[in-house]
């Protein structure tokens, strides 16, 4: 019985000190490793931040670049019909919009739609405008009515709302 009582009091303390030694060191591990993935974050977000600014000022751009005032005039040609105006137009659009297709990555999905949208949207005013006009009218046929479908509202307004209040959230 003496010995099991010695026993008992050389294990016992050494369990104490060991549980406790177990849970300190297991806090401060885990604290170390919820102090590390704060600041891989926080390292990501630095580096993820400029590139998803970057892409709202893509996109930014894209819209404005497709917007029917900087459109028009941008590629307006008195050389051409309003067909081959009709197919320059939507072709750009296409063309800028497919060049600034991954940037979809950092946009939130419901902005993106609306960007997207826009495009079709644009497309469907121009060609609208050109099933108006005779196809071998000159182009600046189609560059008036363009204009006068779009002078009340541009379909291009909505999307770059949502692109700046989603830029808004963000910041």
């Known amino acids: 019985m003496d010995i099991l009582l010695e026993i008992l009091k050389i294990t016992i303390p050494s369990l104490i000190v060991f549980l406790t030694a177990f849970f300190s060191i297991k806090y401060f591990i885990e604290n170390d490793q919820k102090k590390r993935l704060l600041e891989l974050k926080h390292a990501s977000r630095s580096v993820i931040t400029p590139i998803r600014l970057q892409a709202y000022e893509r996109m930014a751009m894209f819209l404005e670049r ?16 309003v067909f081959q105006f009709q197919t320059l137009l939507i072709s ?29 949207e644009m497309i469907k005013i121009i060609n609208i405008a050109a099933g108006k006009l005779d196809s071998e009218a000159p182009a600046t046929a189609l560059g008036s009515a363009i204009f006068e479908q779009t002078a009340a509202v541009s379909p291009i307004q909505g999307a770059m709302e949502a692109l700046k209040e989603e830029l808004r959230m963000i910041m």
């Not at 029917?68 to 008195?78: A, F």
């Not at 999905?109 to 826009?118: G, H, L, P, R, T």
């Open 92 to 120: 750009s659009i296409r063309g800028e919009f497919e060049h600034n297709l991954s940037q979809q990555v950092y946009i939130s999905s419901e902005v993106w739609d609306k960007i997207k949208m826009a495009k079709e």
């Open 66 to 81: 497709i917007e029917p005032s900087q459109l028009v005039l941008r590629l307006n040609n008195p050389q051409l019909t």
